[in-house]
């Protein structure tokens, strides 16, 4: 039986993707062997890695001034890769301070020059998204890091900066999760097993006129432009994580698109937010303007009792809503593939919960 998987990350997967991977496991289209068994330059995969590209193209808009690359070393190894291809010597990389996986890619760009921060909500426990109005811009960087969703606090951008310089989004918690115009971005990155597939295999949508910044020394697999030329094929890929969004995004194609995806992500999330703010038992740390729809974390009235919580939130097939180890308390990761009938469940079992103990 399939339980309601809140995991953070890897995480829930629709369950209709995940019987049909099962289903040509082992027999991909009658060829007799499965997909990660066939050449990754031969006919199926050639139609799995182009058909999951054009997917994500359709799905997101996307001109034919980007590139749609998979990329090995999840979101981490873009973090380095951002600033080792993008960085232009004598200026500094710009990055808003949203959390710890802004952290993680504040830390490698220092690595490869000079960054600045340009806003940071750190002193706040990361429970806000700075107002833009008030980031310290400088209109001759490199370029400009935002984290869109901060997957460990549950802040999410609800609009984007308008930026002078290439404007960068790690979209790794809520790629594909609702209607967002790339043309502000110059690059997107997300990690896949948040939203569109397993772990292994990173989404980088990128302008390709910036890989004219690469410089030439800069080992083959690192740059960009290694992708662009060779179509993600120059060496091995990570075929079954491909073949997974593939499938994935074939699912949400048929769901209607991200429209119709976001209509169902803004159900599932003000539901929740309004649970927890009927009574006194729940409470969110999170100021309301920056509250994430992707991950939705908050308080019970002791640590003794968020235990307790998902104890029997795993007895009853809810799963995965321990906070991250960092923080504590509860989260709640209600991605693309988590349908409106888990929330409700998990509402209806918090309402128990509640009138139980308190
Ligand atoms: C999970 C996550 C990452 C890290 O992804 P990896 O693929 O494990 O490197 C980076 N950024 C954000 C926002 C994330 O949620």
Not at 63 to 89: K, R, T
Not at 125 to 133: A, C
Not at 142 to 170: C, E, M, R, W
Not at 322 to 341: D, F, W
Request: proline share 5%; aromatic share 10%.
């Amino acid at each position: 039986m399939r339980v309601f998987n809140f995991n953070p990350g890897p995480a829930m997967l629709p369950t209709e993707v995940m019987e049909q991977a099962q289903h040509e496991f082992s027999d991909y289209h009658k060829t007799g062997c499965g997909i990660m068994e066939h050449s990754h330059r031969g006919a199926e995969f050639t139609e799995v890695i182009e058909t999951a590209e054009k997917n994500i193209r359709e799905l997101m808009n996307i001109g034919d001034e980007y590139a749609v690359l998979f990329i090995q070393g999840g979101a981490s190894l873009q973090f380095a890769m951002i600033p080792m291809n993008l960085h232009v010597p004598g200026t500094s990389m710009e990055y808003a301070d949203t959390g710890a996986w802004s952290a993680a890619a504040i830390k490698e760009a220092k690595f490869i020059g000079d960054v600045k921060v340009v806003c940071s909500s750190k002193d706040t426990k990361y429970n806000k998204i700075p107002d833009i109005r008030h980031w310290k811009l400088d209109a001759k960087a490199s370029y400009l890091h935002i984290t869109s969703n901060n997957t460990i606090f549950g802040t999410q951008y609800h609009s984007f900066p308008d930026s002078k310089v290439p404007l960068i989004a790690d979209m790794s918690s809520d790629f594909m999760s609702r209607v967002v115009d790339v043309d502000q971005f110059s690059l997107i990155y997300a990690g896949a097993q948040k939203n569109i597939g397993p772990s292994g295999v990173a989404v980088v949508i990128i302008k390709k006129e910036l890989v004219k910044r690469t410089p030439a020394n800069l080992p083959t697999m690192l740059k960009y432009g290694t992708y662009i030329d060779s179509n993600s094929l120059y060496n091995t890929p990570p075929t079954f994580g491909i073949y997974m969004i593939r499938l994935v995004t074939d699912w949400m194609k048929k769901k209607g698109g991200l429209a119709a995806i976001e209509t169902i992500n803004d159900a599932k999330s003000e539901a929740l937010y309004e649970t927890i703010e009927e009574g006194e038992f729940y409470s969110n740390p999170v100021e309301p303007a920056s509250r994430s729809k992707m991950n939705v974390v908050f308080r019970l009235p002791s640590e003794a009792l968020e235990e307790k919580f998902v104890k029997e939130a795993k007895a009853k097939g809810l799963i995965g809503l321990k906070g991250h180890r960092s923080v504590g308390g509860i989260r709640a990761s209600i991605y693309n593939a988590m349908p409106l009938e888990g929330v409700e469940k998990l509402i209806d079992f918090m309402n128990a919960f509640e009138k139980a103990n308190s």
